[in-house]
């Protein structure tokens, strides 16, 4: 009787229970997985909590066996009161699960899609009249429910998901990285939704998240790395794990930021070093180490530890990853005196009666980081694939490395190296092979074709998985192999379409070292990014939206345009700021 009570009281406590939970994956020829390694928690009900950690921490798996499609090979896990084992499938007809890449149709309108959801699970005509206007009016899709889901925007396509997901009411939401892809202002537009389903309804929710902000917004955070539970807390619990040791530089006048945060980072006593707001915001690994030497003049104030000064702390006590080292150039770009490596005036792209991009102009110097800003649909990837010589411009000129591409694309695709937003190399073959077909096709061959494979496999730190086949690898892995295979003409200029969507913190620390080091030799860099804190690393901006820039200059100047304190203001909310007032006055 005491067992069947002490049952009772956790089904009414906890949405989610698990105990000694362990998880493995063994395929043939590669080695056994450990993706779950005796994990134990209790997520109470009606509360907001996520799951965070590196890539190949156990995050997607936990959801999965949450959602009763995979099953623990060890230990115990009930949802719902229900043990997944016994009954996964009373727990999926409770329950609502929205995977990374959620299913959606895209040759079906939004009102299909959501028909399609209700039929397969069972919604009668009398809950339809009752949750469709309420799922449409949460989402702002009202007035979208003819529109296929292949023509919506990222966000849109994102919130249709979830309009979907939530077709039957579910007592419990599980949502894994709904976010990633997302620009900012979807992004804040996704979070009022689910806030608002927590706050006014009381439904419970777990989320995985690459988003660190995101995870200090909810009520409890689970940390996990390799497969193990590090923490389970409030955000600013967690926070307190860097009490004391958190501080922010102002750079020196002949100093800049990125500068300024390359050089903490390759201090050993430096846990974390970010940029943030013309400063450099970071972690030392004790309360009063001396690091004058690094600073190099900048000023120094102590600050108060947000979530992901704890959480980069918490990380650092159980990994034995060291900071990502910066490339070194076998032949570094030669450069001129404020030399022009791109030169846009005027670009139009139209694709019939729409017009993609709208008669932009910027210009980008040898050497320097240029970030494309905006949201979802706003022109950002047909600037890059016209810049690339992919796709032709409607109008305009536009030139790569003296090249003009609407004559000699081929000319200027000599030039330049591409790493497409979704990872675009064979996942069959090994990292090796990758880059050895590469070689080739960049017409490398015989001692030079060796030595820049050799050359990729060493500055990418990948000879460790070289001959493991891609499909196997984590994201940061894939992201670094994308980077060595584009990198191995020994281009001048570098196109990066959202390189790190869906990248944990530690691998996107790693990508802007190895960045700001190809641009110290000379490299152009020019990318598009979600994430506004990497804008900060960029010398300039642009931000488009509807195909036009609405805002150009320095991150400083970005921050100023949105009217506060450059100091002060973050890009984020400069970004936001900026878009909606353009989209208020072409609404007025």
């Not at 209790?42 to 959801?63: C, E, H, Q, S, Y």
């Not at 439904?203 to 995101?214: G, K, N, P, R, W």
Request: charged share 20%; glycine share 8%; hydrophobic share 45%.
């Amino acid at each position: 009787m005491l067992q069947q009570a002490t049952a009772s009281t956790n089904q009414a406590q906890y949405i989610l229970s698990g105990r000694d939970l362990h998880k493995q994956f063994s395929a043939k020829d590669r080695p056994t997985v450990h993706a779950l390694q005796g994990i134990s928690f209790d997520i109470p009900r009606g509360v907001l909590a996520a799951l965070v950690g590196p890539d190949g921490a156990g995050k997607t798996t936990l959801i999965r066996l949450a959602a009763g499609l995979l099953m623990p090979a060890q230990g115990s896990l009930t949802v719902l009161g229900i043990d997944t084992r016994e009954h996964p499938q009373q727990i999926q007809d409770r329950i609502g699960y929205m995977p990374q890449r959620f299913g959606l149709y895209e040759d079906l309108s939004v009102q299909e899609n959501l028909d399609l959801y209700a039929d397969l699970h069972g919604v009668s005509a009398a809950q339809r009249a009752q949750r469709y206007p309420e799922l449409m009016s949460m989402t702002a899709l009202e007035r979208f429910t003819d529109r296929l889901a292949g023509q919506l925007s990222g966000g849109m396509k994102q919130k249709l998901g979830l309009a979907c997901t939530l077709v039957r009411s579910p007592e419990l939401l599980l949502l894994d990285e709904p976010t990633v892809g997302v620009d900012p202002l979807s992004r804040r537009e996704l979070w009022q939704i689910i806030e608002q389903l927590v706050r006014d309804r009381g439904l419970s929710v777990l989320m995985s998240t690459a988003y660190l902000d995101e995870a200090e917004r909810c009520a409890q955070v689970l940390v996990m790395h390799e497969g193990k539970l590090l923490t389970q807390d409030d955000p600013h619990a967690i926070a307190q794990q860097a009490a004391h040791r958190v501080f922010v530089a102002s750079p020196a006048a002949n100093d800049t930021a990125r500068a300024l945060q390359a050089r903490l980072l390759d201090d050993e006593g430096i846990v974390d070093a970010v940029p943030e707001a013309g400063q450099v915001r970071f972690i030392t690994q004790q309360a009063h180490l001396d690091v004058t030497a690094t600073l190099q003049g900048a000023g120094v104030a102590a600050t108060t530890p947000n979530f992901e000064d704890g959480f980069m702390t918490l990380l650092k006590q159980h990994s034995d990853a060291e900071h990502a080292h910066a490339i070194t150039l076998d032949k570094p770009p030669r450069s001129a005196v404020n030399e022009v490596v791109v030169e846009v005036r005027d670009l139009v792209r139209r694709f019939g009666s729409f017009t993609a991009v709208d008669h932009i102009s910027f210009a980008v110097q040898r050497g320097e980081i240029f970030g494309l800003l905006g949201p979802n649909g706003a022109g950002k990837t047909t600037t890059f694939r016209m810049l690339c010589g992919l796709l032709k411009a409607s109008g305009g000129t536009l030139s790569v490395a003296g090249a003009d591409l609407r004559r000699g694309r081929a000319q200027a695709r000599q030039h330049l190296g591409y790493v497409a937003q979704k990872f675009s190399l064979y996942p069959s073959l090994s990292p090796r092979e990758n880059l050895q077909f590469f070689a080739s096709a960049y017409g490398l061959r015989g001692a030079q074709h060796r030595a820049r494979v050799a050359w990729a496999l060493d500055q990418f730190e990948l000879q460790a998985a070289a001959d493991a086949p891609c499909m196997a690898l984590p994201g940061g892995y894939k992201q670094r192999l994308a980077m060595g295979a584009a990198l191995l003409h020994e281009p001048d200029l570098l196109f990066l379409d959202e390189p790190t969507s869906g990248a944990d913190p530690f691998a996107r620390r790693a990508f802007w070292r190895r960045i700001t080091a190809l641009a110290d030799q000379g490299v152009t860099v020019i990318v598009t990014t979600h994430f506004m804190q990497e804008a900060e690393y960029c010398d300039r901006i642009a931000i488009l939206d509807g195909g036009k820039i609405l805002a150009q200059g320095t991150p400083a100047d970005i921050r100023r345009e949105a009217g506060t304190s450059a100091a002060l203001h973050s890009m984020e909310q400069a970004f936001i700021d900026i878009v909606a007032r353009a989209r208020a006055r072409l609404a007025a």
